[in-house]
T-cell receptor, first 110, second 113 residues
Framework: GEDVEQSLFLSVREGDSSVINCTYTDSSSTYLYWYKQEPGAGLQLLTYIFSNMDMKQDQRLTVLLNKKDKHLSLRIADTQTGDSAIYFCAESRTTDKLIFGTGTRLQVFP | NAGVTQTPKFQVLKTGQSMTLQCAQDMNHEYMSWYRQDPGMGLRLIHYSVGAGITDQGEVPNGYNVSRSTTEDFPLRLLSAAPSQTSVYFC????????????FGQGTRLTVV
């Protein structure tokens, strides 16, 4: 089946690291993505990882993929107030469809 | 560089009315899709298109029609609006399959009363 799950809410202090987690059920996923949605805006692709990779780092963002446990995480180092947003995990296979998680609302407080 | 443009940004409909949500992209992308976003449910795929003249159903297609007469435009039609269609609708386009290069519009907030 197609199911992508995330916790709904995360609150962190400015300057700390944030870790947003995602689990998925389809082992045939080829790409896994992280999107960011700021209030009143569309989704912005932050980063993605191919399923044969374990880790991808891009500046303050680190994506970890545990394919055995079907677990994906996004770590944001030195979290800033501008990082406050909803973060969506998504997967795709060889089709044209993206399957999204429920989204995690990240709140950064000073 | 306009990207993906959705109109209108906000709309209120009465139950039973019909309307079309517009989506246009100027990037010559083959793949376009419509999602709806509901609280606690993430984004769900309504319909998608892999090129002009080709459309297919997504996860929640009932109550919606689409057409793709040109590469640029992918309108979403609500045939007879129902309160259950109150949602935020997003259009996306991509030059490739999957989402590695997907661009999203700003969204249309639709309320059906």
């Amino acid at each position: 089946g197609e199911d992508v799950e995330q916790s709904l809410f995360l609150s962190v202090r400015e300057g700390d690291s944030s870790v947003i987690n995602c689990t998925y059920t389809d082992s045939s996923s080829t790409y896994l993505y992280w999107y960011k949605q700021e209030p009143g805006a569309g989704l912005q692709l932050l980063t993605y990882i191919f399923s044969n990779m374990d880790m991808k780092q891009d500046q303050r963002l680190t994506v970890l993929l545990n394919k055995k446990d079907k677990h994906l995480s996004l770590r944001i180092a030195d979290t800033q107030t501008g990082d406050s947003a909803i973060y969506f995990c998504a997967e795709s296979r060889t089709t044209d469809k993206l399957i999204f998680g429920t989204g995690t609302r990240l709140q950064v407080f000073p | 560089n306009a990207g993906v443009t959705q109109t209108p940004k906000f709309q209120v409909l009465k139950t039973g009315q019909s309307m079309t949500l517009q989506c246009a992209q100027d990037m010559n992308h083959e793949y376009m899709s419509w999602y709806r976003q509901d609280p606690g449910m993430g984004l769900r795929l309504i319909h998608y298109s892999v090129g002009a003249g080709i459309t297919d159903q997504g996860e929640v297609p009932n109550g919606y029609n689409v057409s793709r007469s040109t590469t640029e435009d992918f309108p979403l039609r609500l045939l007879s609006a129902a309160p259950s269609q109150t949602s935020v609708y997003f259009c996306a386009s991509s030059p490739t399959r999957g989402g590695t290069e997907a661009f999203f519009g700003q969204g249309t907030r639709l309320t059906v009363v």
